[in-house]
């Protein structure tokens, strides 16, 4: 079993920052990719940003240019810069670990933190 839990969401004005957190812990695993996803009232997951073991990004046409996606790989940590917020950025943020454990894939979520883009 991998558990990821998310810190660093919150309030915030809009064109404020906010910076999320997602650790990922466990035994017997190793990640393959991280990414978030949101999801807010009556609307469907989406994806926000995705990052493979070896760095490669990739992000929805929305977050363009304010979110950033990076990762410690040696802390099972994956972060989620949030620059230039916008109300309609509002919504439970979801972290995601594709993994290997045993030479089997596995995917996990986390719990969500909400994030409210509101003056």
């Known amino acids: 079993q991998v558990r990821l839990v998310e810190s660093g969401g919150g309030l915030v004005q809009p064109g404020g920052s906010l910076r999320l957190s997602c650790v990922a812990s466990?035994?017997?695993?190793?990640?393959?990719?991280m990414g978030w996803y949101r999801q807010a009232p009556g609307k469907q997951r989406d994806l926000v940003a995705t990052?493979?073991?070896?760095?490669?990004?990739n992000y929805a046409d929305s977050v363009k240019g304010r979110f950033t996606i990076s990762r410690d790989n040696a802390k099972n940590t994956v972060y989620l810069q949030m620059n230039s917020l916008k109300p309609e950025d509002t919504a439970v943020y979801l972290c995601?670990?594709?993994?290997?454990?045993?030479?089997?894939?596995?995917?996990?979520w986390g719990q969500g933190t909400q994030v409210t883009v509101s003056s």
């Open positions: 995601n670990a594709q993994v290997s454990r045993r030479g089997r894939p596995y995917g996990y």
């Open positions: 466990g035994s017997e695993f190793s990640i393959n990719a």
């Open positions: 990052i493979t073991s070896g760095g490669i990004t």
